[in-house]
């Protein structure tokens, strides 16, 4: 459980009702979402939502980033840090982390996901429902492993990378930086060039730009 018991979640997107989920399953009983696209007496299950929030936190309270764009979560938590707000984390009391394991600050890992003995979990990264990083992999910052997604022993994802739905990752594959794998992709090979790839076994469809 977590040591805080109230969060601020900055969105209000959908990734960030899953956040407000898992927080209240680990035991938080304030929630204050903020975005700058909400409207007026917004609200998920009762924790209101606001455009903005600033000054300090109020004592017990942490932040976590709630997009699940990588490049948005990286803008959150600079944010986060430049406000001098605590960063927290987020696992899910339903989530099994193994031995040696070791997850950095602003990442979420959600429920029934699983993360292996010896992995690695970068700052600011999304483990998604039910996500899979097996054993001693290697998980850079500001990923997104999507729901039902599998990394497999001893791989490495570089930052920023994406990962969908149902996406696959046999043993002991590099996924470079800034690489997308579309939903049900199967990487069989290492992959180094960014951009985006699909199918199974996944090729590029689109460079990065």
Not at 6 to 20: D, N, T
Not at 92 to 112: K, L, S
Not at 194 to 206: F, L, Q, S, W
Request: proline fraction near 3%; include cysteine; hydrophobic fraction near 45%.
């Amino acid at each position: 459980m977590q040591a805080s018991k109230s969060l601020l979640i900055l969105g209000f997107g959908g990734h960030a009702r899953s956040v407000a989920d898992v927080a209240l399953a680990a035991g938080f009983s304030s929630l204050l979402f903020v975005d700058s696209k909400v409207h007026d007496d917004e609200h998920f299950l009762g924790h209101p939502a606001q455009r903005s929030f600033s000054g300090a936190l109020p004592q017990g309270w942490s932040c976590l980033p709630a997009a699940g764009n990588n490049q948005l979560r990286r803008m959150q938590i600079a944010a986060i840090k430049t406000a001098g707000w605590e960063l927290a984390t987020l696992i899910a009391p339903t989530a099994t982390i193994g031995a040696g394991a070791t997850i950095a600050a602003g990442c979420f890992v959600a429920h029934h996901a699983h993360v292996g003995p010896a992995a690695s979990i970068g700052v600011g990264t999304i483990i998604n429902t039910a996500g899979v990083i097996e054993h001693e992999c290697s998980i850079g910052d500001y990923v997104h492993v999507s729901v039902n997604s599998t990394v497999a022993g001893r791989s490495r994802l570089g930052d920023s990378v994406f990962l969908g739905t149902g996406a696959t990752v046999i043993d002991n594959i590099t996924v470079g930086a800034n690489i997308t794998i579309g939903a049900g992709g199967v990487v069989v090979k290492s992959i180094n060039e960014p951009g985006t790839y699909i199918g199974a076994p996944a090729r590029m469809i689109k460079a990065f730009t």
